[in-house]
């Protein structure tokens, strides 16, 4: 096909001037390249709407995929929300659920997209559903030519991956239990798909070296991501009439990519933070280094240990001898007063026994003398010391007689020994 240019309209410039003569000029035809361009001329030379054109190129697809290849691919039901949605809002669709592989999103092969392909052509084409009486979905038919034209085109795909929030595994829940390494791994998993740097390291074991989960972290910590957001870019106007309004568009469409382009930095240094943080081996090693310099401490202080262990247990020592030397000084008090309660207790028993001696053996059978025998006795007791009246007592347990014989005889030796004057007895004087 030749294009013929349009001749210039209005007048030649007058101040121009060549510097050197024109070359001989050649007539030259221009072809069109790009599929863009050639897809908008076979809709302008074979008279079709771009409807007719996207069931048209569908067509041509679902020929070129082997009948016989198309495994389950597809087989997924899609949500009536999702049969429902608004064409025009076709990028806040889940183009993966669209295409019916959703279990694959980002993993999927172009062949497995073909074929994905394939079946929502022939399951949701509008001639199909017309023919079987079904509702009028043409506009979920142009969503599913929209989501191919993305899955095949590289650049687009990856925009559209980049903000892919179903195919994002979140982080297990914070202060829940949960096995540490089948929680973060898909995390990291996931993450790592974004990486530009490849391979990426994996979140490893338990038993991984401390150099091998360092190397994890040290990978994460300068984790630089290939993610664009220009998906969510809203759409510049082709009118180029007001070019005020197409920039404007442009810088806000920049400013919301370099924002949502923080917001994932900030999410992952966060990630990476709190997984440091939860990591099990991670305190591990800190507990190993800590043991380790506690241990070369220990050797390193040996000496003065051994000597500060000998002054406490000479403390120690002089502590117990003292504390024992008290004990025992407080035993042989409390001994001491006990016993001094008890001869207090027994001369005051003894005294009764000599109070009540006249009584108890009938007055020695002189009762009418009984009050001046209880003043005698009264006497006789003030003037006996603990151990007379311990051997007088001994005495009265004999018969009246008996009794009576031993006080006259005490009564004796104290007037013997001048304690008493008989003089003051009335009864044994």
Known sequence: MTIVLPALQGPKTPAFESVKPYSTPNRRPIEPVGRYFLAHATRTLRGH??????????????????????????????????????????????????????HLRWKATEDQIRR????????????KKSAAGGLDQDGFFKIIQKAFEVMLDPTKRLQYDSVDEAAVVRPPAPKTKYDFFEAWGPVFESEAHFSKKQPVPLLGTIDSTKEEVDAFYKFWGSFDSWKTFEFKDEDVPDDTANRDHKRYIERKNISNRKKLKQEDNKRIIEMIQRAQSEDPRI?????????????????????????????????????????KAEEEAAAQKANSKKAKEAAKAAKKKNKRAIRSAGKDKGYFGDEGSAEAIDADLELLVDKLDDTKLSDLVGKLGGDASAAKAAIEETVKELSAGGAINAGHLKYFS
Request: net charge negative; proline share 2%; charged share 45%.
């Open 49 to 102: 709407t771009w409807s007719e054109y996207e069931k048209l190129e569908a067509e041509k697809n679902v020929k070129q995929v082997d009948e016989n290849s198309d495994d389950d691919l597809g087989d997924e039901e899609q949500s009536a929300e999702l049969l429902a949605h608004d064409p025009r809002e076709w990028k806040t669709a889940d183009l993966y659920a669209v295409l019916g592989i959703s």
């Open 283 to 323: 305190k591990m090693f800190k507990e190993a280094a800590k043991k380790e310099k506690e241990r070369k401490k220990w050797e390193r202080e040996a000496g003065s240990r051994q000597a500060a262990e000998e002054a406490a247990r000479k403390k120690a020592e002089e502590e117990a001898a003292r504390k």
């Open 116 to 127: 994905a392909h394939r079946k929502q052509v022939l399951k949701h084409h509008p001639d």
